[in-house]
């Protein structure tokens, strides 16, 4: 399962709650670094409220259901995605709220593995309130997989996108932009950049294609929303002259390992931020965390793709196969360690493929254990 194609609100079954998932679904972009959640409120058969978490810092679903209700809170079911939050943060305690409302039952689609705010249907039901859990918590976890992932690691949910020729490339011509997938594509490309919290490409990236990485509509104009840009280089410095660091699109992000001197026009530009070069990606991907990124959107190379894959972290990678062939002078796709021949042990496996226009998309995570390979980052 995956968000990409499909809704995995229709796999609910539960009336209340696949209308509680829709309605968590319109926070998705703006909670961050909260999760998307929902709540429905019902009496007699009615639904006497509803909401959904807009925003970090504004009021969360269950408060926002619980105003439109009213006084038709009392005796009503609450019907909430995750887990309503056992702890005072910048807004009052939504497990609380809900029993100071009268609320007499709740059914809720999964728990809150977060150790600040967990413990909410243990609140609900030393009140009195009678406490359910949805049958299948599956839709409700995808609903909310970035910031599973984030909760548990501390690092971000990566999730990598590479477009690929029929013919298995990336690239067409080395150091030039290749057009590979069509405009259709391109618009699910600003869908999963306009759902990140930062994207990021290799230095390499930025030389060669000079992106934007903004989220623009299909007239060009820019969304009001823009994800942080994250330029990650070892040694190579981007030059001053690349367009996102004038576009005034918002922050850029300079990744680079600690020790590497930031050209001082460049200081003056970017965010820089530093990691232990010996603690490779993985320790990027901390730093990114580190900085409140829950969710990073790679748009990878073939030299950022074959380093993720090895240091296993990828947590989703999404594949745009466009129609022409790229032909043998391009580059792999895949470069491999020296001699390495990569790994079939422990693949990615797909959970979800689909259409866009002309090109199809294909969706690749990791098993279970989210392991695919026990290989070591080669920074
Ligand atoms: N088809 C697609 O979806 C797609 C997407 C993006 C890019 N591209 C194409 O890919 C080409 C560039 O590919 P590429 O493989 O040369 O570059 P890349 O994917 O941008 O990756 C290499 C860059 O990442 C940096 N980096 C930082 N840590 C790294 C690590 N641990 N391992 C590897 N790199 C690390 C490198 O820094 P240092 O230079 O300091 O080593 C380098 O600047 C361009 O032609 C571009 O058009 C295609």
Known sequence: MSRLFGDVCDSV????LRRACRLAERGR?????NPVVGCVLVRDGRVVGEGWHERAGGPHAEAVALASAGDAARGSTAYVTLEPCAHVGRTPSCASALIEAGVGRAVIGTSDPHTLARGGAEMLSHAGVEVEFADDPAPFNELITEWLHFASTGTPFVRVKVALSLDGHSTLVPGSPSRI???EASALTMRLRSEADAVMVGVATALSDDPALTVRGDDGSAAARQPRRVLLGRASQPPASLRMLHDGAGVVTLLAP???PTEPMLARLVDTRSYALSDGLAGALNVLGGSGVV???VEAGPRLLTALYDGALIDELVLVHGGGMAGTSAPDLYLGADGATGSLAKPLHVVDAGRCGADAVTVWRPDEEGTYRAG???S
């Open 295 to 297: 969710s990073l959107l």
């Open 258 to 260: 600690e020790g590497v």
């Open 29 to 33: 972009g703006t909670t961050s670094p």
């Open 13 to 16: 079954s539960d009336p209340y």
């Open 376 to 378: 070591t980052d080669r």
């Open 181 to 183: 997938s069509g405009r």
